[in-house]
T-cell receptor, first 110, second 118 residues
Framework: QKEVEQNSGPLSVPEGAIASLNCTYSDRGSQSFFWYRQYSGKSPELIMSIYSNGDKEDGRFTAQLNKASQYVSLLIRDSQPSDSATYLCAVKNTGNQFYFGTGTSLTVIP | DVKVTQSSRYLVKRTGEKVFLECVQDMDHENMFWYRQDPGLGLRLIYFSYDVKMKEKGDIPEGYSVSREKKERFSLILESASTNQTSMYLC?????????????????FGPGTRLTVT
C-alpha cells in the first residue's frame, strides 16, 4: 500500500467551476499535510498546508482534512485556465518521513 | 521569501562521469532534501540532511552520495553516472520549527536540474 494515494486524473473542469482534488494516506498518526502545484517542466510550489481536522481557506483554495477517514482534499473555487497543473499531495508521517502522491493532473477549460 | 537555488537547470553528462549537483538555500533551514522525479513514479527521496555533516538515506540512495559541509548548501553526487539516472533532480529545504509555532515542516523546492546521461 502506498503511503499517499491520489487519482492521477486527468481532471477537467470548465472555467469558473470548482475543482476537487482528493488524497488518502496510510499512516493514521500523520500530523502534517501539504498541497503543491506543479506546472509542466517546473518544480513543485507549496500552496496550502493543513494540520488540524476541518477546513482551511486561502483565497480561492480550501484544504479539507479528515483524520478519521485519512483523507485530505483541495478545492479550487472559480477555477482559471492558469490553475491547469499537476497537484501533489504530501504527508509527513509519524516517522518524520515526507511522502508525496504521484499527483493529479488538472485542466481548466476556457 | 524562501529561496532555494540549484547550480544548473539542464545538464548533459556521459555514462561513467562523476556528476555534482549543488543546492543552496538562504532561509537558514535545518533540513535539506534531494529528490528525483520521473513520469509515473512521482517524487522519490534520495537523501536528506537534518544538520551540517548529517545525512540520512531516503528511498533510493543507490548510486548517489551527498555532502553537507555548510548549513545552506547540500550537494548530490552521482559517483558514476548511468543512463537510468536521467531524471529531474529537485532540491528542497524546510525549517524544523517556526517561531511561536509547532513543527511545520513545509518544504520549499528549488527550480530543478534536468539531467540527461548519454
Amino acid at each position: 500500500q502506498k503511503e499517499v494515494e491520489q487519482n492521477s486524473g486527468p481532471l477537467s473542469v470548465p472555467e469558473g467551476a470548482i475543482a476537487s482534488l482528493n488524497c488518502t494516506y496510510s499512516d493514521r498518526g500523520s500530523q502534517s499535510f501539504f498541497w503543491y502545484r506543479q506546472y509542466s517542466g517546473k518544480s513543485p510550489e507549496l500552496i496550502m498546508s493543513i494540520y488540524s481536522n476541518g477546513d482551511k481557506e486561502d483565497g480561492r483554495f480550501t484544504a479539507q482534512l479528515n483524520k478519521a477517514s485519512q483523507y485530505v482534499s483541495l478545492l479550487i473555487r472559480d477555477s482559471q485556465p492558469s490553475d491547469s497543473a499537476t497537484y501533489l499531495c504530501a504527508v509527513k508521517n509519524t516517522g518524520n518521513q515526507f511522502y508525496f502522491g504521484t499527483g493529479t493532473s488538472l485542466t481548466v477549460i476556457p | 521569501d524562501v529561496k532555494v537555488t540549484q547550480s544548473s537547470r539542464y545538464l548533459v553528462k556521459r555514462t561513467g562521469e562523476k556528476v555534482f549537483l549543488e543546492c543552496v538555500q538562504d532561509m537558514d533551514h535545518e533540513n535539506m532534501f534531494w529528490y528525483r522525479q520521473d513520469p509515473g513514479l512521482g517524487l522519490r527521496l534520495i537523501y536528506f540532511s537534518y544538520d551540517v555533516k548529517m545525512k540520512e538515506k531516503g528511498d533510493i540512495p543507490e548510486g548517489y552520495s551527498v555532502s553537507r559541509e555548510k548549513k545552506e548548501r547540500f550537494s548530490l553526487i552521482l559517483e558514476s553516472a548511468s543512463t537510468n539516472q536521467t531524471s529531474m533532480y529537485l532540491c528542497a529545504s524546510s525549517s524544523l520549527t517556526r517561531p511561536g509555532k509547532s513543527h511545520y515542516y513545509e518544504q520549499y523546492f528549488g527550480p530543478g536540474t534536468r539531467l540527461t546521461v548519454t
